[in-house]
């Protein structure tokens, strides 16, 4: 029956992980931007106001990278924990920014 999953079906990837069938949440780098921004203090006024080199200049002061990065991390993190809290993830990277080893 089609859907149904047999004992014989193959659940693992050719690198022997388990496939995981949840959708992937979908972080877009404006989104990613922008929460990140009203994190780190800035209004939507402000964030609106001003071109995208500025705010973009903005965020990587804050988390040190550009949001494009910190969307394909999220992908990534959330696919493989997805009980962590979103503003968290932002909180650590800022922390990892300020407090570099």
Known sequence: IEGEASPHTNTTNPSGETNNNTPRMLFSVDKVLRDGLI???????????????????????????????VASFLEDLFHKHPSLKYKDVFMTLNWLKTYSV
């Open 39 to 69: 994190f780190a203090g800035f209004t939507d006024v402000r964030i609106t106001r001003c071109a995208e080199k500025r705010n973009t200049d903005r965020f990587k002061a804050h988390y040190g990278v550009c949001p494009k990065t």
